[in-house]
């Protein structure tokens, strides 16, 4: 096991396209980290770097305080797993399990190489399969071959290339069980690429949202979506997405489009006086006021509004819910969306409900 450590890495294509600026991260020992952000960010050239399979322009990676930017991919000794499984079709997933050692020409006995490649079988489930071929096996049971295949030779740290997003969304669920049951049970560090949110949220100890080639925010799951450190990460962590909602300060009152929202202390030194503010407010904050009590009713901002669409999967419901803005706060949504590649207007909220009791004329919630 390892740890990686990267110090103001860069990434220039021969180009001259700057893919990754300068990023700064420390991955302990037994570690699972996530790398998240959309399409085109550097996750996986971040990836590449570490593995070896891409030069480093600039600053330096270590593995175990030792610097390895010049060292060959084999030397690293760390093990990637592809998104297409990068299996041999004429080889037998025994075959295919024992590979890597094979190619470490006579470091392993046949003894030790078959000890390896079932104690990988088994602990992946593969053990009634070792015979078969990889294209007479399930996507799920491809996936677990070329995990198969990291775990035999013990590498220093697993890297994983978004390993699941050739599957369906089922079976993306199980094998997201399975490889956090794994690497819980190896206690092998782990640096995993997914713009998946779920994989995102419940796979890593810890998180790094990375953004046109720039590290945003590394924290533990919670701490992104409770305390995300700029727009960006408040907007792209959390599904459905956080609201914004544009707003204004006036006495002791920041007016929302829908409703006014009395400022505690630390509000009011935050915000000055008429100052126009974007707000966010995850989907999860609202409740149907019908189905509380008074006394949770009086906690609580009370506003009435149009439901315009509802969407219902079961054990949540999404109501739509358009506002107005004011044409002196509308500039605010308009620059918010430029600085977010259009991620950021939106005209209205979108509030997740337990369930929403009072559809009817002029839907209310
Ligand atoms: P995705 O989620 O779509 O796979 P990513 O975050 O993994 O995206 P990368 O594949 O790391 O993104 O690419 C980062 C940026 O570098 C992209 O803008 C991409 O077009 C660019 N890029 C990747 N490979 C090269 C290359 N060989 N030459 C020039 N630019 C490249």
Known sequence: ????????VVKTYPDGFTAVKGIDLDIADGEFVILVGPSGCGKSTLLRMIVGLEDITDGELR???????DKAPRD??????F??????PHLT????IAFPLRLTKGKFTEDEIDQRV????????????LERKPANLSGGQRQRVAMGRAIVREAKAFLFDEPLSNLDAKLRGQMRTEIARLQRTLATTTVYVTHDQTEAMTLGDRVAVLRRGELQQ???????????????????????PMNFVPGMARGDVLHLPFVDVPMDDRLRSAVGE??????????DSFEDAETMTGDQRSKGLLFEADVDVTEWLGEVLYAYIPFETHEAVRGKLEELDRDLDGEGMRTQLVVALESLSTVRDGDTA
Do not use: K, W
Not at 1 to 8: F, G, K, R, W, Y
Not at 226 to 238: E, K, R, S, T, Y
């Open 1 to 8: 096991m390892a740890s990686i450590t990267l110090d103001n």
């Open 274 to 283: 008429r100052e126009i503010v974007i707000v966010g407010i995850r989907p």
């Open 93 to 96: 997933v025994y075959e295919n």
């Open 118 to 129: 079932r104690r990988a079988s088994t602990l992946l489930e593969l053990d009634e399969h």
């Open 83 to 88: 998104q297409n499984y990068a299996l041999y």
């Open 63 to 69: 593995i175990d305080d030792v610097v390895v930017n």
């Open 76 to 81: 690293r000794d760390l093990a990637m797993v």
């Open 218 to 240: 590394v924290a533990s799951p919670r701490g992104l979506y409770d305390q995300p450190v700029n727009l960006f990460v408040a907007g792209f962590i959390g599904s459905p």
